[in-house]
């Protein structure tokens, strides 16, 4: 948790910055990663990854369009910008989750929750490589931490 405080500067947001909505949607993110991954794991017994992932994919879908605002929804398609939008959907979405779901078959749901608090630092690397953003040295240390905690972590469970 602190190489992730770290990482992500929290630690420069005031109380008066964070609301208890934001709080609420990250304990309902957490909740539904949860529920996900445990969900995927019973399900992938019964059915077919591949089925599995046509309901998940299609009640994201729906949770997109009853959530989200269709206006801009719409303008997508005559933006300048949509190949980024397509893009960004396969690979940061699309590629990711059907191997992320491929691993997922053959690991302890445990190891995978380990596994995944890789993401901040990958997107920080992302920002980085791609987008030409720069880290603070206590983002760095975050880093770093994140990344031994997780090597740990996934080492102690591997052995038991």
């Keep these: ?5 770290l990482l992500t500067g929290i630690y420069e947001i005031g109380a008066d910055d964070v609301s208890l909505i934001a709080v609420g949607a990250g304990l309902l993110s957490g909740l539904c990663y949860t529920i996900f991954i445990f969900g995927f794991k019973y399900a992938a017994r019964h059915d077919s990854p591949q089925a599995i992932l046509v309901v998940a994919f299609t009640v994201l879908i729906t949770v997109i369009i009853w959530l989200g605002d269709n206006e801009q929804i719409l303008a997508v398609p005559g933006t300048p910008s949509w190949p980024l939008f397509a893009v960004l959907g ?3 979405a699309g590629l990711s989750f059907i191997l992320y779901i491929l691993g997922l078959k053959d690991t302890a749901p445990a190891v995978a929750s380990i596994v995944a608090m ?3 630092v990958t997107a920080s690397l992302f920002g980085v490589l791609v987008l030409n953003e720069s880290l603070a040295v206590l983002q760095i ?3 770093g931490l994140v990344l031994a905690t997780v090597t740990a972590l996934n080492v102690s469970s591997s052995t038991q």
């Design 1 to 5: 948790m602190l190489g992730v405080a």
């Design 90 to 92: 396969v690979l940061g």
């Design 118 to 120: 890789v993401e901040p």
């Design 141 to 143: 240390i975050g880093m």
